[in-house]
């Protein structure tokens, strides 16, 4: 099954967009499974659980980290993830640096943009994502290369388009900074239910769950 949904997602994306695999709660046999599908960057919303995978599998894959990262996981996350894509402040942002600085390394980062100004949820309100990246813009061993929108849960995923809309606005707008740290790359927005209308509003990463793995088992 993990197979087919992978072949028929695949059929459905432009080229130049890239499938991040939500692992989050998967087993490591269905991760592999993925894998072998052609699946080449890991997504994961928790350091504790991407380890235990990360021990198995190692580098086969890219690993993202797309989940809200504390304070004390970020030397730990810095160990396992290729880029961290929700930085939502500079004190994150400083403490990834400083981790980084110890393993010589430079880790890339996205800016979590939270789209719809919803208070329970994390990231940045729009107006505040150009004064963050000027900051970060000062650290040595952290590169912002895109932005990452998560969008309100609809049930109509063609109502989330203005959210979508909206953070490519703002990703353009970012990249017309022209700051010498800072290179726009990549815009990362929708999961399962929404990643087509994400792709067509500009999206190049898209975080897909459910619709590779199936619903979740209780």
């Not at 800016?111 to 813009?137: C, T, Y």
Request: aromatic residues 8%; contains cysteine.
């Amino acid at each position: 099954m993990i197979k087919e949904n992978i072949e028929r997602i695949a059929s459905l994306i432009p080229i130049g967009v890239q499938i991040v695999a939500a692992g989050k709660s998967r087993s490591i046999a269905e991760l592999k499974e993925a894998i072998d599908a052609g699946i080449e960057i890991l997504g994961e919303n928790y350091v504790r659980e991407a380890e235990e995978k990360f021990k198995v599998i190692g580098r086969l894959v890219q690993w993202h980290f797309i989940g809200h990262l504390q304070s004390n996981k970020v030397k730990r996350a810095v160990e396992i993830f290729d880029m961290i894509e929700t930085v939502d402040s500079f004190n994150i942002a400083q403490q990834i640096d400083r981790a980084c600085q110890l393993k010589n390394k430079i880790m890339p980062v996205l800016i979590e943009v939270n789209s719809a100004r919803e208070r329970q949820k994390f990231g940045l309100f729009p107006e505040d994502v150009e004064p963050l990246i000027r900051q970060i813009g000062q650290l040595k061993h952290i590169k912002v290369c895109g932005l990452m929108t998560m969008g309100p849960f609809m049930e109509d995923q063609e109502q989330m388009r203005i959210y979508f809309r909206q953070t490519r606005q703002l990703f353009e707008r970012m990249k017309l900074l022209y700051l010498p740290t800072v290179e726009m790359r990549y815009l990362s927005m929708g999961m399962s239910d929404s990643y087509q209308v994400a792709i067509q509003e500009g999206a190049n990463l898209v975080r897909i769950g459910t619709a590779i793995f199936g619903k979740r088992r209780t």
